[in-house]
């Protein structure tokens, strides 16, 4: 909601799991995918990069509870900037 309640941001789409980001990503080609990094389904780092190859102008934005940076280095590593 605080999303698109934005005039300059359109929220494209919703995923409910990795794999569902992966698919959405590719059928909607949006400028910037926000994910968090515990949703269900495939490791994030495997989502991330299958975003990124499917849609190499299309920046990942990770949001994460954890505060171990192995999962932020893993989420770099993987294309999230």
């Known amino acids: 909601m ?12 919703e995923a409910g799991d990795g794999s569902e980001v992966s ?22 780092g495997e989502v991330i990069r299958q ?13 994460t509870m954890h505060d171990d940076s192995a999962y932020l280095a893993s989420a770099l590593s993987a294309g999230a900037g």
């Open 23 to 44: 698919r959405k990503a590719r059928e909607l080609r949006p400028d910037v995918v926000l994910m968090d990094l515990s949703m269900p389904g495939p490791h994030s």
């Open 51 to 63: 975003v990124r190859r499917a849609c190499p102008k299309t920046r990942v934005l990770i949001l």
């Open 2 to 13: 605080l999303l698109d309640a934005q005039n300059d941001m359109e929220v494209a789409g």
